[in-house]
Nanobody, 121 residues
Framework: QVQLVESGGGLVQAGGSLRLSCAAS????????MGWYRQAPGKQRELVAV???????NYADSVKGRFTISRDNAKNTVFLQMNGLKPEDTDVYYC???????????????WGQGTQVTVSP
């Protein structure tokens, strides 16, 4: 079984910074693209940033220049460094990963449990 565990959310004032982490564990043969999404109550989940296994990145326009996604392939972990946070960044942030598991070499798409990020004015 493979799972994603997130950490690093919290409450911060506008202009502040937070760093989210997401570690994949279990029977992992390969981790492909990993990313972060966010969702507000009553709204659709939206892309924040993604990173391929080779390090190519893509960001939502709303976070370009403020957020940085990175990964440590040796530790099966993806990070999201969030600087210059704004109240409109307040959401639940979810980690996502494309995984090939070891037992049957099945492709899976996994989601973390979500971590709350709250930015006060």
């Amino acid at each position: 079984q493979v799972q994603l565990v997130e950490s690093g959310g919290g409450l911060v004032q506008a202009g502040g910074s937070l760093r989210l982490s997401c570690a994949a564990s279990g029977s992992i043969f390969r981790l492909d693209t990993m990313g972060w999404y966010r969702q507000a109550p009553g709204k659709q989940r939206e892309l924040v940033a993604v990173i391929t296994s080779g390090g190519s990145t893509n960001y939502a326009d709303s976070v370009k220049g403020r957020f940085t996604i990175s990964r440590d392939n040796a530790k099966n972990t993806v990070f999201l460094q969030m600087n210059g946070l704004k109240p409109e960044d307040t959401d639940v942030y979810y980690c996502n990963a494309a995984v090939i598991e070891y037992t049957y070499y099945r492709s899976m798409e996994l989601w973390g449990q979500g971590t709350q990020v709250t930015v006060s004015p």
